[in-house]
């Protein structure tokens, strides 16, 4: 086979990938999630392999540890979530009463109409339009057959493929390199490693963010 040939294969095989990706992009959301985790999960991995730790024992550890993590986090965190929502949508009309009576003493005050805001009864009607958004949700969530399955292939389904992806990523890697067409492959190999470094940098950079505005916020919330 030429490299014409070789040239026109790959176009082909990539467009009929970023296609199938296209028109298929719910169903494969385990699969991309997946691999997205196992490119988080992946330096940790080489990190134990070069302590003698065999890749499919590493790669069974470590998603093991992070989903169940991931499990106790999501169990201690949703309940509280959904606990507050409930709280503020039920207080939500009396804080609305609360600043349309300040609203209306800071208008006497000042003797003028610059914080009349009659338009405070939008608010009003915020809430009564919010819990309507919620209920239409939750029974979208519950009763659509099609989100029960798409919810049920991410939960059983996505650790599965984090873990076929991160014991292969290497081999994975270097499949798609040495399947590279020889005059793009340098290039190929460059900008591969030049968006490892941007994503990496900008992952580390919101995860130290994301600590540190929580370290903020709890100790804000507790004072």
């Not at 009576?101 to 109409?113: A, G, P, Q, R, T």
């Not at 009349?116 to 958004?133: A, C, E, P, Q, T």
């Not at 519950?142 to 798409?150: D, E, G």
């Amino acid at each position: 086979m030429n490299k014409i040939s070789k040239n026109i294969l790959f176009a082909s095989l990539s467009l009929f990938l970023v296609i199938v990706c296209f028109f298929y992009s719910k169903v494969l959301y385990p699969f991309y999630i997946g691999a997205f985790i196992a490119y988080l999960l992946d330096p940790t991995i080489d990190y134990l392999e070069k302590k003698k730790i065999s890749r499919n024992f590493a790669s069974s550890l470590i998603i093991i540890l992070f989903f169940g993590i991931l499990l106790l986090f999501s169990v201690s965190i949703i309940p509280i979530i959904a606990q507050q929502t409930i709280e503020f949508l039920d207080k939500f009309p009396n804080l609305v009463n609360k600043v349309d009576v300040y609203i209306s003493k800071l208008s006497v005050i000042f003797n003028n109409n610059m914080l009349n805001l009659d338009n405070i009864n939008f608010l009003k009607d915020f809430h009564n339009s919010v819990g309507i958004i919620f209920k239409n949700i939750i029974s979208k969530i519950f009763l659509s057959s099609v989100a029960i399955i798409n919810i049920l292939s991410l939960i059983l389904i996505t650790p599965i493929v984090s873990w076929y992806f991160l014991k292969d990523w290497d081999k994975i890697r270097t499949f798609i390199i040495n399947n590279t067409p020889t005059q793009y492959k340098k290039n190929f190999r460059k900008n591969l490693k030049e968006i490892d470094s941007i994503v990496s940098s900008f992952i580390r950079g919101q995860f130290s963010i994301s600590i540190i505005l929580g370290i903020y916020y709890t100790i804000a919330f507790y004072i």
